[in-house]
Antibody
């Protein structure tokens, strides 16, 4: 069964750091695009980051320079490292496997997201 | 302000048909990138409902269908059931932002 399980969320002070983990089973993360999406309390979905199978990474403007994404192939796990956290980063963070396609210029991009993990809550507050 | 625009809410009686629109621009839907739809039941993670504009993953009832035209897309739900009450999100890719983009979400209420 294909499954994703996030962990690592919790309460952190503004300016602090946190590492989220996304453990995959039923497939290999290194052969797939893996993405993080967050949802602030009572709000909609916001894409955060993706790591391509080849290692290329992309970030949303709101987190670029503060967040990094990586994976440990031996543990079949993807990580989201969050630094300089702000109150507005408070959200449930979901990881998801991303399908991909390429456009007319040969650029590879994220298509749909499936499956999703159950999410882990990050609260940034003093 | 979401890149893709959805109505905040729609409603319908059991058995009726409802549609949810998703409007984008020339850098996302209008550029030819596919639209995907997700269903999020209260307190749960989003679930893929429609991919590639009009394809249903295994297990999704054929009451759900998607379409795309120009810079917009739509999700249609026929034969509304109480269990369809949820939030629905559209998603695509935006070449100007080099980012995955979502609609703001639409809350479906079954009357």
């Amino acid at each position: 069964e294909v499954q994703l399980v996030e962990s690592g969320g919790g309460l952190v002070q503004p300016g602090g750091s946190l590492r989220l983990s996304c453990a995959a089973s039923g497939f290999t993360v290194s052969s797939n695009y893996m993405s993080w999406v967050r949802q602030a309390p009572g709000k909609g979905l916001e894409w955060v980051s993706v790591v391509y199978s080849g290692g290329t990474t992309y970030f949303a403007d709101t987190v670029r320079g503060r967040f990094t994404i990586s994976r440990d192939n031996s543990k079949n796990t993807v990580y989201l490292y969050m630094n300089s956290l702000r109150a507005e980063d408070t959200a449930v963070y979901f990881c998801a496997r991303a399908s991909w396609d390429y456009d007319s210029s040969g650029f590879f991009y994220v298509d749909w997201l499936d499956p999703w993990g159950q999410g882990t809550l990050v609260t940034v507050s003093s | 302000q979401s890149v893709l625009t959805q109505p905040p809410s729609v409603s319908g009686a059991p058995g009726q048909r409802v549609t949810i629109s998703c409007t984008g621009s020339s850098s996302n839907i209008g550029a030819g990138y596919d639209v995907h739809w997700y269903q999020q039941l209260p307190g749960t993670a989003p679930k893929l409902l429609i991919y590639g504009n009009n394809n249903r993953p295994s297990g999704v009832p054929d009451r759900f269908s998607g379409s795309k035209s120009g810079t917009s897309a739509s999700l249609a739900i026929t034969g509304l059931q109480a269990e369809d009450e949820a939030d629905y999100y559209c998603q695509s890719y935006d070449s100007s932002l080099s980012a995955v983009v979502f609609g703001g979400g639409t809350k479906l209420t079954v009357l």
